[in-house]
């Protein structure tokens, strides 16, 4: 276990190519790196604040992201992100990096006001953070997901499930 060493810190540009690296050897694909890239051009949906980075011995070994989400619902105002993509180096991997970056960053995240976080994954996984499936809050996925799978954490009692709905991604997720 070497999380004593792990720093998590908000990405620079100078991390860009680390943050590429790392997410291509974590996924084995040039899709996720490129959806980093993508996110990060996307205004509207970037929050440079929320692309946060492990290091270890000054090498990054973990990233993740979180970024604005909309909802297709007349009174909606705002507050929703979703996390993804997480990302560790393989030889990181099973000692507690990628649970230090979401609780990270979900704090970060909480402390910015953001009202609620959505995640598709594995339902075995993102429930010790706190996240349950999204259909209990009235937030549905814009695709055909298994239920257990498509999840939401409530970061503030400002949430409001009656103004909740079908979210709407960036539209930098088209490439994954």
Same mark, same amino acid.
């Given at each position: ?22 997410? %291509? ?28 980075v492990a290091t270890f011995k000054g090498k990054i070994v ?9 909802? %297709? ?5 705002g507050g929703m992100i979703t996390l993804a993509p997480m ?23 909480? %402390? ?11 339902? %075995? ?52």
């Amino acid at each position: 276990m070497i999380l004593d060493g792990v720093l998590i810190r908000p990405e620079t540009a100078e991390d860009f190519e680390g943050v590429y690296e790392v997410n %291509k050897s974590a996924f084995d694909s040039e899709a996720e790196p490129q959806l980093v890239n993508e996110l990060r051009a996307e205004k509207t949906a970037f929050i440079p604040e929320l692309s946060l980075v492990a290091t270890f011995k000054g090498k990054i070994v973990g990233h993740i992201m979180f970024t604005h989400l909309g909802v %297709k619902h007349p009174e909606y105002k705002g507050g929703m992100i979703t996390l993804a993509p997480m990302a560790v180096q393989p030889e990181f991997q099973t000692q507690g990096i990628g649970s230090v970056l979401i609780r990270e960053g979900l704090t970060q995240a909480q %402390k910015m006001g953001f009202e609620t976080v959505v995640v598709l994954g594995h339902e %075995k996984y993102y429930p010790k953070f706190g996240f349950q499936e999204a259909a209990l809050f009235g937030v549905k996925a814009p695709f055909t997901v298994p239920s257990s799978a498509f999840m939401v954490k409530i970061l503030s009692e400002e949430f409001n499930p009656a103004h909740a709905g079908e979210v709407i991604y960036p539209q930098a997720f088209e490439l994954v």
